[in-house]
């Protein structure tokens, strides 16, 4: 598993729920992640929406026979998909969320992403497609081998704050987040265009 952000935080994080775990599951959670990584901008959600996930286990895929088929989409949008069926186990964290917890509630973020991971090894290939069809039951379950594992206080804090504390933030900046990421893809355009134009 290498860790792929800069971000104390989360390393700490990682490293205290890593430590906590039963040495088994630490092993089988080593070898399953190929990568954790953290996004440093909100993620926008539809036209007007912001993602309020903080963290998630996801597929990192490879290409193994050509790659990506994309084709343009009546919209004039361009659609790219991986046609490779191969992919190993990345977590993402979503840093502009994470901040709006507590360091606590961070460890319960962790150690649930870390039971998924393990549930998923268990799954073995195509894990993310058979999470995808029972999603509400991996969520639980991840939770119930989180407290198994002696994070139950920290998944506790965890939805707690989720619920009562950054649901509210998210909802009142929304707005405010829209437009600063609106902001940051004209920025970018205008470089690729002066880029091309050069």
Avoid at 183 to 190: D, N, S
Wanted: aromatic share 8%; hydrophobic share 40%.
């Amino acid at each position: 598993m290498r860790v792929c952000t800069r971000s104390k935080r989360i390393v700490k994080a990682i490293d205290w729920v890593l430590w906590r775990m039963p040495p088994k599951d630490r092993e089988a959670v080593e070898r399953f992640l190929f990568r954790v990584v953290a996004a440093r901008a909100w993620t926008p959600v539809g036209l007007t929406g912001v993602d309020p996930t903080s963290a998630m286990l996801a597929p990192f895929w490879k290409a193994s026979d050509g790659g990506v088929k994309c084709e343009t989409q009546a919209t004039g949008a361009l659609h790219c998909e991986r046609t490779g069926d191969r992919y190993d186990a990345q977590m993402c964290f979503n840093l502009p969320v994470l901040r709006l917890f507590s360091d606590k509630a961070l460890v319960g973020i962790v150690a649930h992403e870390f039971a998924h991971a393990r549930i998923a090894a268990r799954l073995g290939e195509c894990w993310h497609e058979k999470m995808k069809v029972r999603l509400q039951t991996h969520e639980r379950a991840a939770d119930r081998l989180a407290t198994s594992w002696g994070f139950g206080k920290e998944i506790d804090l965890m939805r707690k704050e989720r619920d009562e504390t950054v649901s509210a933030i998210l909802y009142s900046r929304e707005e405010e987040i829209r437009r600063v990421r609106e902001a940051e893809i004209t920025r970018g355009e205008r470089r690729v265009r002066v880029l091309l134009d050069q």
